[in-house]
């Protein structure tokens, strides 16, 4: 069966950074699109990312651009999200899913994680 496991979230003051983990299994991990998702506590789920199998493509909402960085090691069945000057905004909890994804069209909830919530408080 596909496992996603999230890990990393934490909490931190604005400005300050934190690195997630998704550790996969159950499937061919460098023949997929993979994505991260984000929801806040009463919104809508919010894709944020996404990266082709290969790691040599990237999209990211206007939300992060510039922030977040997404990556994978194919070689460790691992994505990762580098979060850099994370805001309050930013609040949520995680997932790593499996599957493209853009602003319109996130990735189906079937192949999302567990989720690691993360918390920007001052």
């Known amino acids: 069966q596909v496992q996603l496991v999230e890990s990393g979230g934490g909490t931190v003051q604005p400005g300050e950074s934190l690195r997630l983990s998704c550790a996969v299994s159950g499937f061919t991990f460098n023949t997929h699109y993979m994505s991260w998702v984000r929801q806040a506590p009463g919104k809508e789920a919010e894709w944020i990312s996404a990266i082709n199998g290969g790691g040599d493509s990237t999209w990211y909402a206007d939300s992060v651009k510039g922030r977040f960085t997404i990556s994978r090691d194919n070689d460790k069945n691992t994505l990762y999200l580098q979060m850099d000057a994370l805001k309050l905004e930013d609040t949520g909890v995680y997932y790593c899913?499996?599957?493209?994804?853009?602003?319109?069209?996130?990735?189906?909830?079937?192949?999302w994680g567990q989720g690691t919530q993360v918390t920007v408080s001052s």
């Open positions: 899913a499996r599957g493209p994804g853009s602003t319109t069209h996130p990735p189906r909830r079937g192949n």
